[in-house]
């Protein structure tokens, strides 16, 4: 995935005449690369477990919650524990996982995603958070990424994980859009079948092979334009 914000400055003069009145992102993998602190978190975990696990399990866990993640890598070693042990093993994955959160600094944030979300709101579309974690407000303050996003709804407020639609339902209620108006960004497999059960456009930030149920996948937003989205509108009204 790219690195370093050198977000290049792609805005589009004038007024487009768009059907999308919110852009929802995703945020670990999207907004920025925590997708790599949750897999050397796990990596922690699975070490001292004795699993192996690797980069190509780990895009199973991609957008899964963490207890549901853990069963995940359980599942893939082999080994069945009860519910206070499974708790106590997230837990200490969220420790090691926050130690890398807090050294976090805006010059995380992905390149290209300030520049996008600024050419939205000059076409006063909304745009909105749609993340399963419950780290999400602590991200958003070492980003400084707390006042840019209309609505945040995250794994503190919903309860049902990804592929259920309900984050993103919750964000288009959060920001007053119908589901169908929305274009969600997502890096996860699972995330982009929430996405489309939400009744969303969904555009696959990451691998084409993984992400192939998305309507449009993009290497990372500094791929991305109003002009883009535009395209992406009319070839869907043909379709
Ligand atoms: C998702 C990540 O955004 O959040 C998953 O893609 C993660 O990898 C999930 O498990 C829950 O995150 P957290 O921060 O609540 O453990
Ligand atoms: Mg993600």
């Not at 991609?62 to 206070?84: F, Q």
């Not at 996860?188 to 969904?202: F, H, K, P, T």
């Not at 993984?210 to 991305?224: C, F, N, Q, R, T």
Request: glycine fraction near 6%; hydrophobic fraction near 40%.
């Amino acid at each position: 995935m790219e690195k370093n914000n050198t977000n290049k400055t792609k805005s589009t003069s004038g007024r487009l005449q768009l059907r999308t009145k919110a852009c929802i992102f995703d945020l670990d993998g999207v907004v920025v690369d925590t997708a790599r602190y949750h897999f050397m978190a796990w990596k922690r975990l699975t070490d001292d477990l004795g699993i192996k696990f690797t980069e190509k399990d780990n895009e199973h866990l991609k957008g899964v919650s963490r207890i549901a993640s853990l069963d995940i890598i359980l599942e893939i070693g082999g080994k069945k524990l009860s519910a206070s042990e499974k708790e106590k093993l997230a837990a200490l994955k969220n420790k090691w996982y926050l130690e890398y959160i807090n050294r976090m600094t805006p010059e995380e944030i992905l390149p290209g995603t300030l520049d996008f979300i600024d050419d939205l709101k000059s076409q006063n579309i909304k745009v909105a958070l749609g993340s399963a974690s419950k780290n999400t407000p602590l991200i958003l303050e070492k980003l400084k990424l707390k006042d840019v996003f209309d609505a945040v709804a995250d794994g503190n407020s919903v309860h049902k994980a990804k592929p259920d639609p309900e984050v993103f339902l919750k964000a288009a209620e959060m920001v007053g859009v119908e589901a169908s108006r929305c274009v969600v960004f997502e890096d996860a497999y699972a995330g982009v079948e929430a996405a489309l059960n939400a009744g969303m456009i969904c555009i696959g930030i990451g691998e084409k092979e993984i992400l192939k149920d998305a309507h449009m996948v993009i290497k990372g937003l500094s791929e991305m334009d109003l002009n883009k989205l535009s395209d992406l509108e009319k070839r869907l009204g043909n379709e």
